[in-house]
């Protein structure tokens, strides 16, 4: 089933819902997914803990990417289906000029084989399942967490 | 966010840090630069207080890494201070939590220390 499908269809019972959000390529923001996955988890019955590891799986789903640039932007589509979050994260190419993006201190200053190296272990442990794709040309990064699931 | 860099404690007489907030991305160059100061003079091992810090992802967990990794080579070590469940579930899913020296506050950092 197509992404835009499934979209259309989570709009159609309160069982199921969608939330996209699109930030700029900038550092500061993603703490706004981080926002929005505490909302959508707790909506779907996660307890406290559970809201914290979707919390932090979202924000390693943007750290999968490596640095942000200024010229993208990141997408996310939280969909939830009664006990079960899925999460999109899709790098795509940003219509803004874009002054936030990865300054030289990030770039330089991480070690992003590393960060990438830690961040797998955490989704590992974090969530029922995650990957990521290329959808369309583009980079895509996702996640499913289940209530109950992928807490260990 | 996160708050400047504290001076270094005398009680704990080892170099510290201080830091408060959520530790991400947008904080880790920040992380970096301030650990790296902490070494200037030839620590060899220091200390992070997370005691305020709420929040700590692969980025800034892998700037506490390189620290570590630094500490090694002077044969010395990081202490970190910290009681935060989802820290320490962070360091606990990386293996991490028995490669740092880990205190849930500082009054068990100077005992510790006192006994050495």
Known sequence: ?152 | MTSPAQPADGALDLPTLEVEGELDLAVAPWLRDQLDALYVGGADSIVVDLSRATFLDSTALGVLVSALNRSRERGGRVHLIVQEPQILRVLTITGLQDEFALHKDRAELQRRKGKQ
């Open chain 1, 1 to 152: 089933m197509a992404h835009e499908e499934l979209i259309e269809g989570a709009l159609r019972t309160s069982e199921r819902e969608v939330i996209e959000i699109s930030i700029p390529g900038s550092v500061d923001l993603v703490v706004l997914a981080r926002f929005t996955a505490a909302t959508i988890g707790a909506r779907a019955g996660f307890d406290l803990d559970e809201i914290d590891d979707l919390r932090l799986a979202v924000d390693e789903l943007s750290v999968s990417f490596g640095p942000l640039e200024p010229e993208t932007r990141l997408r996310y589509t939280f969909l939830r289906e009664g006990d079960t979050v899925n999460v999109r994260c899709t790098r795509e190419p940003s219509e803004d000029d874009g002054d936030g993006g990865a300054g030289h201190s990030e770039r330089d200053l991480i070690d992003w084989q590393q960060a990438r190296e830690l961040s797998a272990q955490l989704l590992d442990e974090l969530v029922t399942t995650h990957g990521r794709e290329i959808a369309h040309g583009r980079s895509v990064a996702w996640l499913t967490k289940q209530r109950g699931e992928g807490t260990g």
